[in-house]
């Protein structure tokens, strides 16, 4: 079990490129989200997924898009990157309704200049 | 929306001292409250949690409190070891028969020294 598994791990961008950040888990869950962690900010939600063929927005979702391919992979794009972009990403899943825990990915540290 | 402030953002002890971290939400429909630890280049990681309906929860060396009436809880290590030095989170969120999803608080960094 491989858990939750994020790519890249680093990635530098210049301002107005596009990417996508990949997200998969192998443990068959549900639920799946997006976050972004900045120093002395916390962990915001960006989008989540509650289950396979549904998004909604967080808290910060201008600047981003995503997909939820199928039950595994849930993809995070940023169509033109900006600096106030820069940050370090983290993927999580959660299982059934019954179970709460988050369990979170590696994250991508992202730097847009 | 859910306001989660923790407190302190930085704590420094000593090997075997205990430490207290403290979050307050603003929710009253929050019912979950998990505590998450962070090491250095790593994801955050469920440590412990408690549900609304329960005023205190231990494990081991670390246990949670909540003051549903305050809106407050509070993390407590016992018998500190460096390995403890790591960012810890708190969360608040409403769990039940529908979706949700959590709002955390801005973190804490434990530094414990030998």
């Known amino acids: 079990n491989a858990g939750v598994t994020q790519t890249p791990k680093f990635q530098v961008l210049k301002t107005g490129q596009s990417m996508t950040l990949q997200c998969a888990q192998d443990m068959n869950h549900n639920s799946m989200y997006w976050y972004r962690q900045d120093p002395g900010m916390g962990l915001r939600l960006i989008y989540y997924s509650a289950s396979e063929g549904t998004t909604d927005k967080g808290e910060v979702p201008n600047g981003y898009n995503v997909s939820r391919l199928n039950k595994r992979e849930f993809s995070l794009r940023l169509e033109s990157a900006a600096p106030s972009q820069t940050s370090v990403y983290f993927c999580a899943s959660r299982g059934q309704v019954s179970s709460y825990e988050q369990y979170f990915g590696p994250g991508t540290r992202l730097t847009v200049t | 929306g859910e306001n989660v402030e923790q407190h302190p953002s930085t704590l420094s002890v000593q090997e075997g001292d205990s430490a207290v971290i403290k979050c307050t939400y603003s929710?009253?429909?929050?019912?979950?409250f998990p505590w998450y630890k962070q090491e250095l280049g790593k994801g955050p990681q469920l440590i412990i949690d408690i549900r609304s309906n329960v005023g205190e929860k231990k494990d081991q060396r670390i246990a949670v409190t909540l003051n549903k009436t305050a809106k407050h809880f509070s993390l407590h290590i016992t018998e500190t070891q460096p390995e403890d030095s790591a960012v810890y989170f708190c969360?608040?969120?409403?769990?039940?028969?529908?979706?949700?999803?959590?709002?955390f608080g801005k973190g804490t960094m434990l530094l414990v020294s030998p």
């Open positions: 969360a608040a969120g409403p769990i039940g028969l529908g979706y949700s999803t959590l709002t």
């Open positions: 929710d009253s429909a929050s019912n979950y």
